[in-house]
């Protein structure tokens, strides 16, 4: 009788061990949650005289869960009033490489007044050395 309890004392408990084993039978290969993405739910539209879609065409609602974040953090680009459109149009085209030429000491300026000769002809650093002066 002893043996016997022993006996079922150690296959039960390499049963419950064997529970703890990545592999074996009971190993599968299981769907990564966070890389599912959920779909569109279906709306049922307030005109029933809609044209069909065209095939192949991207579903309107259906974005990737990047754009929706991007859309709900930024929101959507503004359409541009009709005097911005205006104003871009009469601005014309910069020069190509503008910002080089106007960095280049060969450049002539107008003159501002001292404050921004003083601010030209600082000396180049990584502004450790910079000092506000607050008159009065």
Not at 1 to 6: E, F, G, L, P, V
Not at 50 to 67: I, K, M, S
Not at 112 to 125: C, F
Request: with cysteine; glycine share 10%.
């Amino acid at each position: 009788m002893r043996k016997t309890t022993a006996f079922l004392t150690l296959a039960g408990a390499s049963v419950l061990l064997s529970a703890c084993g990545s592999g074996g039978l009971l190993n599968r290969s299981r769907p990564d949650e966070f890389a599912v993405q959920r779909q569109a739910p279906l709306v049922v539209p307030p005109d029933f005289a809609l044209t069909p879609p065209q095939p192949g065409a991207p579903r309107p609602a259906d974005q990737t869960a990047q754009q929706q974040a991007q859309d709900a953090l930024f929101g959507t680009p503004a359409p541009r009033s009709e005097v911005e459109k205006n104003t871009i149009s009469r601005a014309g085209t910069a020069t190509p490489g503008i910002r080089s030429i106007v960095g280049d000491p060969q450049t002539n300026t107008v003159a501002k007044g001292a404050v921004t000769l003083d601010i030209i002809s600082a000396p180049q650093g990584d502004g450790r050395e910079a000092q506000a002066v607050i008159p009065g």
